[in-house]
């Protein structure tokens, strides 16, 4: 059974409009993380919470914010995507050792 | 500051055989982890394998097993009798031993199994 989850898997949107990926875990864990992977790059870290502490990366741009409304979910909120925002976006939370346990992405195409 | 280095951009192997993906890292903390994760073509990022900077013997899962060599800084991953499904972007990481539980990745190695 998957244990984070992201929807959806493929998103497409148009050039400063607007764009919410969204990610739940069921694992109840107080850590979760927004990472961005541009093609043939290592993922990059945007955002992370632990329990209700926000914290984005001192390169994460304006134009990236996040919400967390309980543990369980999470929300990446693009205000005016750039053709350079096009990656993969990967959400993911603590595994059941010390890893962090990722889900299966949302590719962001930008047009 | 921390930083993971992974020198091998592509590598090749021929099915069944055993191949070592390289990775050197940099720390000043002397309590870290390190990990090691595959990403097939389909973009999820599946874990691997861990291993604590204060555990004595080296990490093995299945046909993984990490070869650990902490003077030298280096962490590199074994994959024993490769397989075909085994070709994919594979990435070291190390976290940071507070409590944000973040992950610094390398640039990755993409491994090709030849049939």
């Known amino acids: 059974d998957a244990m984070v989850i992201q929807n959806p898997r493929y998103q497409v949107t148009q050039f400063g409009k607007p764009v919410t990926l969204s990610c739940s875990q069921t694992l109840n864990h107080n850590v979760m993380y927004w990472y961005q992977q541009k093609s043939s790059q290592a993922p990059k870290l945007l955002f992370h919470?632990?329990?209700?502490?926000?914290?984005n990366e001192a390169d994460t741009p304006d134009n990236f914010q996040s919400r967390r409304p309980n543990t369980s979910f999470c929300f990446l909120d693009i205000r005016s995507p750039g053709l350079g925002d096009a990656a993969m976006y990967l959400c993911?939370?603590?595994?059941?050792?010390?890893?962090?346990?990722f889900g299966q992405g949302t590719r962001l195409t930008v047009v | 500051a921390q930083k993971i280095t992974q020198t091998q951009p592509g590598m090749f192997v021929q099915e069944k055989e055993a191949v070592t993906l390289d990775c050197t890292y940099d720390?000043?903390?002397?309590?870290?982890?390190l990990f090691w994760y595959k990403q097939p073509s389909s973009g999820e990022m599946i874990f691997l394998i861990y291993?604590?900077?204060?555990?004595?013997q080296n990490a093995t899962e299945g046909r993984y097993s990490l070869n650990f060599q902490k003077a030298r800084k280096s962490a590199n991953l074994v994959i024993s009798a490769s397989q075909l499904g085994d070709s994919a972007m594979y990435f070291c990481a190390m976290r940071e031993m507070d409590s944000s539980y973040k992950l610094i990745f390398g640039s990755g190695t993409r491994l090709l199994v030849r049939p």
């Open positions: 919470y632990y329990d209700k502490d926000f914290n």
């Open positions: 720390t000043s903390d002397p309590s870290y982890g």
């Open positions: 993911a939370t603590k595994g059941f050792r010390t890893e962090a346990f």
């Open positions: 291993q604590g900077s204060y555990d004595q």
